[in-house]
């Protein structure tokens, strides 16, 4: 009887965790840019035209995320509330704002997929707020990221 019961369980638990693992298997995630996706804030910079680009935030001189979406590689970033950049210069301003609280420095992320597939970069300091999820094969969705905390200094506090 007691096998049967820890058979039970187990069978259960099993179950469990294939759900669990079906439930999760349609999200992305953020990886430091590095090994054979490795890149520069500045090398994406210099070739901003192989990208559609889109930035999260209040405006482009308020951002709180720039996003990067290889142009000819057949895969789709898109952004809940992300608006899209045509320009150089604003590129440019994205990233230098984003740069410029030396208390929250950004980061160069790699955005992949569910089975860790390739879909692009994104460079912020928010990277626990980012919420990536395959709407279909191919096609990411990437949620509004709220702008990080902001350094007043002398402990006068945060905003965010």
Not at 64 to 92: C, H, N, Y
Not at 112 to 141: C, N
Request: hydrophobic content about 40%.
């Amino acid at each position: 009887m007691k096998l049967k019961k820890r058979l039970f369980h187990i069978a259960s638990l099993f179950m469990a965790l294939c759900l669990m693992g079906g439930c999760l298997g349609n999200y992305g995630t953020l990886r430091v840019a590095s090994g054979k996706w490795s890149a520069t804030i500045k090398e994406i910079e210099d070739n901003w035209q192989d990208y559609d680009i889109y930035y999260a935030g209040l405006s482009y001189k308020s951002p709180s995320a720039i996003m990067f979406d290889p142009k000819q590689d057949g895969k789709r970033l898109i952004g809940i509330k992300w608006m899209p950049v045509t320009e150089r210069s604003v590129v440019l301003t994205i990233v230098e704002w984003l740069a410029a609280d030396a208390n929250y420095p950004p980061t160069l992320w790699s955005i992949l997929g569910p089975k860790g597939e390739f879909f692009g970069y994104m460079y912020t300091s928010a990277m626990q707020d980012v919420v990536i999820e395959e709407i279909e094969p191919g096609t990411l969705k990437i949620d509004n990221i709220p702008l990080p905390p902001f350094d007043y200094g002398a402990g006068i506090g945060r905003a965010g």
